[in-house]
């Protein structure tokens, strides 16, 4: 039986579990890892273990962390997407090295991935054109977006879009700070800082991940939605396999890729502390829409 009693909101989960269901759970941990990490003799180096969400069982992990849903899924007419410029590739690119992208943020227990995504290359975006990198504030996109779920999950479409519809302001964080749940949205006078987008573009690079890679040097990080499931138990390497749930569930921000190796692979910047992963980023193999990663990609313009 996998029941848990009840307890506090953000408590220590594994502290109120009855013994038998304890065992259970690590059993089942370690049956995942051991599966995941069977790949490893097919070239894969990516691999599995015990990290922060290994006192979850997988459903409980995916209701709380996977709040991605999709939207004008998964095509996207050619109207209105703006065109790509062609440029060479080089065989490394990653905008953190130009310092304007901010360190990864912690989503808790918020399924807010869709707004940390969003927030994100907004944020990469201004200091792209030079002005300075603050941290803007996830908490009102996740309080405000009338067509999106706050902690309950959302559209990375969708918070883009509502921004450019409403031209609302994104203030700073400091501002409006983040809480991991939702609030009543708080407006600003008109006469306030901050900053709106001028347009996004959505666009479905399933068959074309250097065209991908272009978007990415020309335009800033990407938004993308991806199949994160197996991504409970993920401590390092490039993810190659078990991407197996079928459905895009979590959102991400792509700040580079790396073809220098054997695996080219891109480099995810994720919203789950700096704990998790490489640092809070995962390698992602380039080629083969690995975990779905080209079928959803949004650029933002400030």
């Given at each position: ?6 307890q ?35 070239n ?37 997407q ?58 009102q ?84 939605i ?18 197996s749930?079928?459905?895009?569930n ?42 779905g ?10």
């Amino acid at each position: 039986q996998r029941e848990r009693s009840q307890q506090p909101r953000g408590s220590c989960c594994c502290c109120f579990l009855d013994i038998k269901s304890l065992f259970s759970l690590f059993q089942e941990s370690l049956n995942r890892h051991r599966y995941l990490n069977s790949f490893s003799h097919e070239n894969s180096t990516a691999f599995y273990g015990i990290n922060q969400f290994s006192y979850l069982f997988p459903e409980e992990f995916k209701a709380l962390y996977l709040g991605s849903k999709p939207a004008w899924s998964p095509r996207y007419p050619a109207a209105g997407q703006t065109p790509i410029p062609n440029v060479s590739l080089p065989l490394r690119f990653d905008w953190r090295d130009k310092h304007v992208v901010n360190q990864v943020r912690n989503q808790k227990m918020c399924g807010g991935c869709w707004a940390f995504s969003v927030v994100g290359a907004i944020e990469s975006a201004c200091a792209i054109q030079g002005k300075p990198l603050d941290y803007l504030s996830v908490q009102q996109v996740i309080d405000c977006s009338f067509n999106n779920y706050g902690c309950s999950g959302g559209s990375p479409l969708g918070a883009l879009s509502w921004l450019n519809k409403t031209q609302m302001k994104l203030v700073e964080d400091s501002e409006y700070p983040f809480k991991a749940e939702n609030g009543l949205c708080r407006y600003f006078p008109r006469s306030q800082s901050g900053v709106s987008i001028k347009n996004f573009s959505a666009y479905d690079f399933s068959d074309q991940e250097d065209e991908m890679a272009k978007a990415l040097l020309n335009f800033g990080p990407l938004v993308v939605i991806v199949d994160a499931v197996s991504w409970q138990d993920y401590l390092g390497g490039i993810i190659q396999h078990h991407c197996s749930s079928g459905e895009a569930n979590h959102a991400v921000l792509i700040t580079g890729f790396d073809k220098t190796g054997n695996t080219p692979y891109w480099m995810v910047r994720n919203s789950w502390g700096n704990s998790w992963g490489i640092e809070g980023y995962a390698h992602v193999k380039m080629g083969g829409n690995v975990c779905g990663i080209a079928d959803s990609v949004s650029v933002v313009f400030v």
